[in-house]
């Protein structure tokens, strides 16, 4: 009989950028689905009353992690005492705020540095931290939050793009490497999304051009297809579909949910 399994009960998570946004979002829908889970950002307070509001797995705590993205022995020594408190994770799901915009002509190495740090050297941490406990149990899943800008650069956004198209490189990488430890690796692409980093966003671009964040706003709707930006818990389906036991042989991959904004395949 053929089977549609999205249960993810008995499974841990560990959610990165999870205490608002596409990455609590996506908590919620694994916990929805069963799934134990882990929330790791900077703020504690916000992170506990995030937590608090998750679905209930009967018989199950949910967890936080405290760790600014931008010191990644912090992350490592964080995540290490979840993963204990977790007895291990089966999902990772990499994330943490982005790059701040802005032409790449105005940027400086350094905030090549932070950014590349802040996403792919604690992808590349956290993946090694989880990685042998997904393999000795045969079931893994990491995805990873990146954007559209990998499919097609988004103008002003300069370390932002260079940064993503790097993450979904090592991605691909990893997935070709883990694939017979039933282990997949998939990204999520973000169109615009109705987060507070879309709304920061906008206040600077309408800073930089003496309008106001209303119809920087507009002009952005305009340009998506459905008409109307995205919403954190539209991005999150994409990531815990990718989590379940039913996408076993999806890897590999990026996934847009954008409206169909993006102008490629
Ligand atoms: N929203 C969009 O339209 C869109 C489109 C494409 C790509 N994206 C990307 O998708 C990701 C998530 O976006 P979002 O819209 O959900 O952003 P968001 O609403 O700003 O949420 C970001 C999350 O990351 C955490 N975070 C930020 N900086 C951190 C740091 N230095 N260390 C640890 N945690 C940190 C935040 O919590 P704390 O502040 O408590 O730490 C928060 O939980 C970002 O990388 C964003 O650039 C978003």
């Known amino acids: 009989m053929t089977t549609f399994n999205t249960d993810l009960h008995d499974r841990t998570a560990l959610v990165c950028g999870a205490s608002q946004g596409i990455g609590l979002a996506s908590a919620a829908v694994l916990a929805s689905l069963g799934c134990r889970v ?8 916000r992170l506990g009353e995030a937590m608090a509001a998750l679905p209930v797995v009967p018989g199950i705590e949910h967890d936080i992690a405290v760790a600014d ?12 005492g979840a993963i204990d408190r977790a007895g291990g994770f089966d999902i990772l799901v990499n994330n943490t705020g982005g790059p701040p915009g802005g032409p790449i002509t ?3 190495g350094e905030a090549f540095v932070k950014a590349m740090t802040a996403h792919l050297v604690n992808n590349q941490n956290l993946a090694n931290l ?6 000795a149990k045969g079931f893994g899943r990491i995805v990873n939050i990146i954007s559209t800008s ?24 990893l997935a070709g490497e883990v694939a017979r430890d ?7 692409l973000p169109g ?10 906008f206040e600077a671009k309408a ?25 954190a818990e539209e991005v999150a389906a994409a990531v815990a579909f990718y989590c379940t036991p039913a996408a076993s042989y999806i890897t590999g991959t990026v996934l847009a949910v954008d409206g169909g904004r993006t102008p490629a395949f």
């Open 192 to 201: 615009f999304t109705d987060t507070a980093r879309l709304s920061s966003l």
């Open 182 to 188: 039933k282990v997949t690796v998939n990204s999520v």
């Open 130 to 135: 989880v990685l042998p406990g997904m393999k």
């Open 38 to 45: 882990t929330l790791f950002a900077r703020d504690p307070e």
């Open 207 to 231: 800073g930089k051009l003496g309008t106001d964040p209303g119809r920087v706003k507009d002009d952005a709707v305009a340009s998506i297809p459905m008409g109307r930006l995205g919403e």
């Open 106 to 108: 105005e940027a400086t």
């Open 150 to 173: 990998v499919r097609c650069p988004i103008p002003g956004l300069g370390v932002s793009n260079t940064v993503r198209a790097a993450v979904a490189a090592w991605a691909k990488t």
């Open 69 to 80: 993205f931008h010191d990644p022995a912090m992350v490592l020594d964080e995540a290490a």
